[in-house]
């Protein structure tokens, strides 16, 4: 009885405990945000070039993070941080977006957002990615 009583409290404890994973955005309401935000046509790309871009690099994960070695991604963008956003890690960092790369992990992702904007406007599109 107490092993099952434990096995319980371990499982509703992992249920109950915020986990790294952040908010997958459904493809809709991604489809909206964009299109809400201006991406359809901006730069010469189509809200079905970001999608793309979104699900190939983050799968719609609002906390998605990928170590490259002497870099990182983040974000739901997988925004870099040797050139767009201080991590505190990467050494010669631009931060080109003046943002802490940590503010790239969270469920609001209006920074991300601008940010991609501001990567899609320099770059002329989607090269950077």
Request: aromatic share 10%; hydrophobic share 35%; proline share 2%.
């Amino acid at each position: 009885k107490s092993m099952l009583f434990l096995g319980l409290l371990l499982v509703f404890l992992g249920l109950a405990l915020p986990g790294t994973q952040g908010k997958v955005i459904s493809r809709c309401e991604m489809v909206r945000i964009l299109r809400r935000n201006g991406f359809e046509g901006f730069e010469g790309t189509t809200v079905a070039d970001w999608m793309c871009l979104v699900n190939y690099e983050s799968g719609y994960n609002t906390k998605a993070y990928n170590n490259n070695g002497p870099s990182r991604d983040y974000g739901i963008f997988q925004i870099n941080s040797k050139y767009w956003c201080n991590d505190g890690k990467t050494a010669g960092s631009k931060n080109a977006c003046h943002i802490s790369c940590s503010q790239l992990l969270n469920d609001n992702i209006e920074d991300d957002i601008q940010c991609a904007k501001k990567i899609a406007r320099e770059a002329h599109g989607l090269t950077p990615w």
